[in-house]
């Protein structure tokens, strides 16, 4: 498989879609067959990993099932409810299974619990990345008993993907996103953006700030009016209002459905003719989406 940033450098823009594993007790058999409709069509995947609770496992074995029926994976590790030697484990476990791509975040709250709620040795996503980026140099944390810094070992080759926040203030941003890139990270992958605009002045500003990682936009294709209003209220995100009087004003069914998708692949052609790294589209799992946009893009 390839690292992301390689696939970046060979395809000057990518197309992307994230992955959720099935419930608990759902046999993977159904969301590994409906990904041979997008294959052939999209870049890379990523897999995600669920908070404590969430009754989603499975987020190695199906980023290695996918990278066997010949997609680039990405898997999604947290660091929030984690020891340090619980991740070093862990990634070993992707290193041996031949997943190079790693997107190091630090993990949101168990459903029903506080934010305050924290089990794992890491605050901050950065202290993955770095935690990472040590072992692609061979150091790898010490014995429980020894009083040394690291402990020599051979250099894995993870690439380093992290998160990007547009919707924080882009000064506080900046300075989150250079902790991440001085502890090794390689590549961005926004959380949702609704405006091509929204992706220009966050890519704008973090090259302002002397941050030049290739941003990938991640996108979230709507399809009703309703499905744009549950977003909101569950996200507590801002969507503009451009795409939002455009679903709530379509009419019929078929013509939010349009306009939604349309919009989203307006979107898509705008971020790439301004330069962008690409766009990661959130669809839960629907795939027959994906092939329309793409198709329209």
Sequence with gaps: MEKITDVLKKKGFTISVELVPPRNGIHQEKILSDLEKVKDKI???SVTKGAGGS????TIPLTYFSKEIGLNPVAHFVCRERTKYELENELMDLHYFGIKNILALRGDAPADHKEEVWDGDYIYAY????????MNYGKYLPMTNSTDE???GFKTDFCIVVAGHPEDPIEE???HMKCKVDAGADAIITQMIFS?????EYVDGLKAASINLPVIAGIRPFMSFKQLESAENFFKIKICDELKNGLKNAGTKEAEFDFGVNYAADMIKKIQEYGGAGVHLFVLNDFDL???VIKRV
């Design 290 to 292: 994906v092939a329309e």
């Design 43 to 45: 870049d890379f995947i």
């Design 196 to 200: 091509f605009e929204e992706y220009k």
């Design 127 to 134: 202290l993955l990345a770095k935690q990472i980026s040590n």
């Design 150 to 152: 690291y402990r020599d």
């Design 55 to 58: 009754m989603r496992g499975g």
């Design 173 to 175: 941003e900046a300075r």
